[in-house]
C-alpha cells in the first residue's frame, strides 16, 4: 500500500515543480486557469475572464494539455 501513495506523490511534487509560466492547470479545488506568474511558493493564476487568483503551489493538482 505504501508504494503506490509514494509513487503518486512523487509524480505529483515532480509536476508542481515543473510548473511555468503559461501552463494550463487545475486546482485541488476544480479551478481551471493560466498560470499568470509563479513565485517559490505562490502562483497565480489567470481565468479566461481576467481574473487573477493567488494559490499556494502545493494546491495545483494537475496540469491541463492542450
Known sequence: MIR????????VTTMQNSLSKGDRVVTIGGIHGRIHSIEEEVVTLIN??????????????R????
Open 63 to 66: 496540469k491541463v494539455e492542450k
Open 4 to 11: 503506490p501513495e509514494n509513487k503518486r506523490r512523487k509524480a
Open 48 to 61: 479566461d475572464e481576467g481574473q487573477k487568483w493567488i494559490f499556494e503551489r502545493h494546491a495545483i493538482a
